[in-house]
């Protein structure tokens, strides 16, 4: 048996016997890291540490603290959560693993009707297999043959997946003696998976929670936040009805030459909503003066409240939208995070007392000088731009900080109607494989910022967890103040995107940082048949991000 030569942090380990497991490396320079290894990239590709090596190869490896450490961490929960559900409660029940929510996952029970005293048990049992250590198995297998044992144990979610892949062959896991797929590595065994809880909510429902980045050593206190949940479980009960649950049932549209009607539907669903809530504005006219409209990255919010505006009108009620953008404080005044860089996730980067003082002055009835932010000299400038509200007339604000009271802290709450929105999508691969409303957004971006801002892939992929912090510090805090809650998602789009997200993904070298998150994204978006953007309506909220909207200044 050969050695081989291993480069670790820009240098080479000792010679390391071939087929040694990485597992067994990463005990060699467990001391490198504050939280347990849990995942490996061995040269271009992401591998779990069961795997044995075979050449010599370049290695880095994944604790909890990174989000690749936390998704093969999560993985690896939605396995043993769906073992110890079968164990628990029988072959005939099945678990669907359905969204995120807050620092944890929705997991719904199907075939059995559970309580809290049975999602105790299915813990239970999970932490018994803790203990136990069982060993995540991996193996190549054909396709076909995959097919066949699926369609045998009545798994036809995982047999319509398979049915849309091209390569010849699928890796498998097993844990104690049970079969699934997953797209990605897991784990080496059970015993890493020490961390987590789960919390019966309601509907045949709990949440698995699991340790955040933010904080790899604890499971963080789970909050329910009803109006997420609702607006998650209307969608997904909605997208039952109309039998467009999996990436499968909607690839099976696309072949059957259908996708047009299937479009509509989702367009249809998004406008309905921004009917409800004008509807609502507008029964409340005399007092709500201020829609303030608030979502992470690219949820489409520009279109949004575009689009709102235009409902709004068709009731009498005429708009106007200021940007926060023009409110931002003197550059030279700006806060600066850890690491000095501007940190708009802070409130504080928004001269507040000035726009409070205008707000209230433009709901008395004043003509108002309105700000421009000069973003090339970094200070606000007045030109001959002004505003003021005649009756009938509303505002529409929309920006990261809306949903926080402090923002808007000198206006009565009964004259403000704040909304937020996210692409929430409800489509699973298979039963056991969600699609992350963040691989949304983030695909999303991946495109708008190609065709209209000049930025590669590898850059927006780059700058995403700044993005992600902005969100978390900023919106997700203050959902609950939201009066209503707009679901952007369009069950149809990553097979649009698709055709533009692919070859950018693929531009990705692969030597750079987030090679692997290019693949991932590659693997997610090959699950969905494409679909020409030549049907997307001019008006869709898609439009923002692949152009052509008739919205466009």
Not at 35 to 43: D, F, I, N, S, W
Not at 333 to 362: C, M, Q, W, Y
Request: proline share 3%.
């Amino acid at each position: 048996m050969r050695n081989l030569k291993l480069k670790y942090k820009d240098i080479y380990l000792d010679e390391i016997p071939e087929d040694t497991t990485l597992y067994e490396v990463s005990k060699k320079v467990k001391d490198d890291f504050k939280y347990p290894v849990v995942g490996a990239r061995l040269g271009e590709f992401l591998v779990g540490l069961n795997t044995k090596l075979k050449n010599n190869d370049k290695i880095e490896f994944y604790d909890l603290s990174t989000p690749i450490g936390n998704r093969i961490y999560s993985r690896s929960l939605e396995f043993l959560v769906t073992v110890a559900t079968k164990k628990v409660l029988g072959d005939n029940a099945d678990i669907l693993i359905n969204y995120s929510l807050e620092n944890g996952i929705c997991c719904e029970i199907v075939g059995e009707k559970i309580t809290k005293i049975e999602t105790d048990k299915i813990k239970k049992q999970m932490l018994k297999m803790v203990e136990q250590k069982f060993v995540f198995k991996e193996m190549l297998v054909d396709r076909f043959e995959a097919i066949k044992y699926f369609k045998k144990h009545n798994q036809i979610d995982k047999v319509e997946s398979f049915r849309y892949m091209t390569n010849r062959t699928v890796t498998l896991y097993s844990l104690d003696g049970i079969y699934d797929y997953f797209y990605g590595p897991l784990v080496v065994n059970t015993g890493l998976l020490d961390k987590f809880d789960l919390i019966y909510i309601k509907n045949n429902s709990f949440i698995l929670t699991y340790p955040s980045v933010k904080n790899p050593n604890k499971v963080d206190e789970y909050i329910q936040h009803e109006l997420t949940y609702n607006t998650y479980k209307n969608f997904q009960d909605w997208g039952r009805t109309i039998g467009i649950s999996t990436a499968p049932d909607l690839n099976k549209i696309c072949t059957e030459g259908k996708y047009i009607d299937m479009l509509r539907l989702f367009e249809t669903h998004y406008e309905d909503q921004l009917s409800l809530i004008a509807e609502e504005i507008y029964k409340n006219k005399d007092k709500i003066k201020i829609i303030l409209l608030a979502g992470p990255s690219s949820s489409g919010k520009t279109t949004t409240a575009k689009k709102l505006s235009l409902y709004l009108k068709v009731k009498g009620l005429k708009s106007h939208q200021i940007s926060l953008d023009d409110y931002f404080v003197d550059r030279v005044n700006a806060p600066r995070d850890e690491n000095g860089n501007l940190d708009f996730s802070s409130i504080d980067s928004i001269d507040v007392s000035l726009f409070n003082n205008h707000l209230t002055k433009l709901l008395e009835g004043h003509k108002v000088s309105m700000p421009t932010f000069d973003f090339i000299t970094g200070k606000k400038v007045y030109e001959d731009k002004y505003l003021k509200l005649e009756e009938n007339e509303i505002l529409i604000i929309e920006g990261i900080h809306t949903l926080n009271e402090k923002l808007t802290k000198n206006i009565k709450r009964e004259n403000k109607f704040k909304i937020f929105m996210s692409p929430l999508i409800h489509l699973k691969l298979d039963n056991h494989n969600r699609v992350h409303t963040t691989d949304v957004r983030k695909i999303r971006r991946i495109v708008r910022d190609n065709l209209f801002r000049g930025t590669n892939a590898e850059t927006t992929l780059m700058m995403w967890p700044n993005v992600d912090k902005e969100a978390r510090l900023s919106i997700y805090p203050y959902q609950d103040d939201a009066d209503a809650m707009i679901n952007s998602s369009l069950g149809y789009e990553l097979s649009v995107l698709r055709i533009y997200a692919e070859p950018l993904l693929y531009g990705i070298d692969g030597t750079s940082k987030v090679y692997p998150e290019a693949m991932r994204l590659i693997d997610l978006l090959r699950n969905f048949l494409p679909i020409t953007s030549e049907v997307v309506p001019k008006d869709s909220i898609l439009r923002e991000f692949i152009g052509g909207s008739v919205y466009e200044d």
